[in-house]
């Protein structure tokens, strides 16, 4: 009996919850689904169907390719970067410099902050003013140490203008990743790093061999969170480019979408555009869940 | 995580859905003075929404509330403002609102299409033809405005000012320099900015995203001429023809001119470059004017102005108006507040604080500076064409898409794609076949 009682206090606690991301996730979900198969546009709804049309119109046009394909650019540097600095950082600290405490916290403290504010701040150091008399920011500072080859017009340059936007996320969530690993490297036991060196390991054989295979998981859960973010990075890109730079430079398809959405008010076109956004971070975030959930089954 | 965990997880999320829920819904309404005597006209709460927020424009505001205050003592307005540029914010604001059924007493927009397109078409606007009837408005208002206002046979809204998109303005020392004169026509322009690049001056300063269109459509303006501009709106003109080549040929020449970096300057960054004496030319609407005086440049002594290349004879209007939601809470406090948005003492202590003038020909001439004395003698005499980066001319829509044409065009500069891709919007717009 007492086991019963349990059980439906857990139900009773648990429903609300339940209840609410029934309606205002997976509802929602669906909802956006059926506008984005609508012809839809303008403030009043109009559910017609119109089949895939929105999406097809979507695929063909040119900003959207371009849409796809800055994603594409920038979840891959995005990620490299955020991975390998996170590494390195986690790497250093983990050699337990003076001090070790406060770098940690330095490095964590970007996450602390939004998007938005980091959009801002970064939207003056990557002023794409070139000429002289206009320079500011990292241009100034480059012009100033004479290293003038490399002022850049970052994200309004032509074809890769979203890897400018690769800089200020990398600085805000390397951190993060840098966390990530740290607790992965300090979960290894210390007996394997000291058998290592029994074996005549070199310290940077021991991170190559020994420390580097136990922190797959840990990458795994990096690349999923990050992977999400990226694919759905909105604000950083509203700050820092307002318009998606020149000629869509550094546009992302949620830019696209808020546009499309709440600026020329065809909301089915949006709606198709963030179920686009949803289809893809699912094909990143599904079998992850499913691979999570079985290893919890199993143990 | 153990199950004692979850239960507390639990525990703290419905506590959170308690707590948004026990969460007053409506800020506690302001408490209201009892009238110790029966009021004349109007009483109770206004809203009035825009994007009034800084300078000049919430100063104009202020002026004209007064004016309202003083008619309609009884009334008891909130000023509520959104802040964002051009009202690219309120816009989104408003249209979740509208939809929400809960639409503000009175809320600024942009006059013409994207009124129309967005409000009025959708059923959720009353129109106002017979408040213009009622105040002898129809004499007092030029044709061409009242066109722009319309649609189906009504009149929508009640402008408060007039701005001009087609204005360009000139370092006139820069001029005198290099003795030249500020070009008239689109040739003259490709005359003279070929010159002022021999001499190392940047001919023509141009901005971010917005101003990009912004130029594109005063080009428009120029080649084509008022009429067939016009009819590029109503389906009239073919945007497949020779003409619209001629003028997408002139904005992709015009670009050779510009400062390089455009890309990274806002409207009044760009307008700074005429002042440096960097550059040589701005087109830009006629709040660059203000920004000129804000840096102490007097008009007609320092700076100068003409109509942006080939537009004389034109006058590339915007207004900020009003209109009456469907619905409106206090429905008679926002026809009193639309009175005084349409009243010559209401435009007159907007308008010259705000920098624009009146939509009204009827203004006090002596408040005004002397560019905008020219502008009002140009509204009242030139052919009033709607703008379109500024709402008048076209469905958000349709706007959306010229704009991302106008991006794409900058990048790749392909004359033929970028034609291509006007015809599809005007078609995609339903004003084409």
Known sequence: MRIRKDRLLAIALISPSVVAIAIFVYAFIAWTI?????????????????????FTQLFRDPRFQIDLRNTGIFTVLFLV???VVGLLLAILLDLRPRGEAVFRNVYLFPMAISFIVTGVVW???LNPATSLERLSGINLLFHQAGLDFLVSRWYTSRNFGIAAIVIPATWQMSGFTMALYLAGIRGIPEELREAARVD????????????????????????IILGHTSLKIFDLVMAITQEGGQGYSADVPALNMWYTAFRALRFARGAA?????LTTVAVLIIPYLIHTLRSEVEQ | MSKKRYSLLALVLVIAVLLAACAPATPAAAPTAAPTQAPAGP?????????????????GLEAMLKVFQAQYPNVNVINATVAGGAGVNARAVLATRMQGGKPPGAFQVHAGHELIDTYAVSGQMEP??????????????PQDLIKILSYNGEIWSVPVNIHRANVMWYNKAVFADNNLQPPKTMDEFFTVAEKLKAAGIIPLALGESWTEVHLFETVLLGTLGPDKYIGLWAGTTDWKSAEVTKALENYDRMLNYVNEDFAALSWDQATQLVIDGTAAMNVMGDWAEGYFKSKGWTPGVEFGWAPSPGSAGAFDA?????????????????LAWLKICGSQAGQDAFNPIKGSIPARTDGDRSLYDVYLQSAMDDFASNKIVPSLYHGAAAAPSWLQAITEAVGLFIANRDVAVFQEALVAACATAGVCK
């Open chain 2, 128 to 141: 106002i033809t017979f408040l213009y009837e009622e105040e002898g408005w129809l004499d007092l208002y």
């Open chain 1, 200 to 223: 005549g390991a070199s310290e940077s054989q021991i991170y190559r061999y020994v420390v580097m295979p136990m922190l797959k998981t840990v990458t795994l859960s990096a690349v």
């Open chain 1, 123 to 125: 939207r003056w150091l």
């Open chain 1, 273 to 277: 555009i963030a179920i686009i956004i």
């Open chain 2, 43 to 59: 009483s109770g709460d206004l809203e009035i929404f825009s994007w009034w927020t800084a300078g000049g424009e919430a100063q």
């Open chain 2, 318 to 334: 915007l207004s900020d108006s009003f209109g009456l939601p469907k619905n409106a809470p206090n429905r008679d406090a926002v």
């Open chain 1, 81 to 83: 970067a955020c991975l």
């Open chain 1, 34 to 54: 059926r506008a984005s198969l609508s012809s839809w546009e303008g403030l009043l709804p109009d559910y017609t169907f119109v089949g895939l049309a929105n």
